[in-house]
């Protein structure tokens, strides 16, 4: 039987690269990540040719760099906070020059920054440009637990009527009010928190009985399945993987530049 996620896509961009299928983008992008942080904490130079991946997917896509960034800087303070204290237990001099100096610490502090935001620019990429069901289907295939593949599609399902259910709380909360007090008062909060808590298992259990009645067994049933072509989503993957291994290994800035600085 055939098989197909019951759920809208996420996405509605007429790309050559939305028919894509979904494993081929998986591996390119966990090879992506792999290679950023497969990087030495004092490089940064080597780590810019990798930057081509995300610019290039982003503008076949038309991903308005807007957006980008505004998803990606949800993840900001997490990456500043591991890097923070590196200036502060590596102080070693490791750039002299008439003007300024650069500790180690400073150096990687940057580098950690910038493969931070490499790798969570890609997956935030992935999922900007990919139907969530289409990947979650993906996985599926590439033999990830059928369980946890199920928990992430719920959770993005319904990761939405949570929020409307907040948003309706909160938009009572302003009507009782009268206007007084548009700021809900943390007393306020922790109770509508812990209603919207008791909503959420209410709401869920009435969900679960309704799909054990119409037979549901833990396997989301799919209307049509994936197709990996070689021609297509081999020659996308191996594309990226053989660019992703020649940055890795071969020092491209200094290849390309160094003559400017006399190397």
Known sequence: MSRD???????SGSSRLDRLDPRAKWVVT???VLTVTSFGKYEISRLTPLVLYPVVIGAVYGVSLKALFRKTLFALPFV???GLFNPLFDRQILVQTEWFS???GW???FSITLRSLLAVTSAVLLVMTSPFEKLCLGL?????????????LFLHRYLFLLKSEAGRMVRAHQLRSRGNRPKIALSSAVSMIGLLL???LDRATRIHRAMLVRGFDGEVRLLSSLRFSWLKDGLFTLSWISYFLLVRFQNLPDRLF???VGQ
């Open 5 to 11: 996620y019951p759920f809208p896509d996420s996405t």
């Open 107 to 109: 150096i990687s502090f």
């Open 258 to 260: 160094g003559w400017m």
């Open 102 to 104: 650069l500790s180690g």
């Open 198 to 200: 008791l909503r959420t």
């Open 140 to 152: 599926e295939k590439m033999k990830v637990p059928r369980v946890l593949v199920t928990q992430l």
């Open 30 to 32: 966990f090879a992506f």
């Open 80 to 82: 500043l906070l591991v």
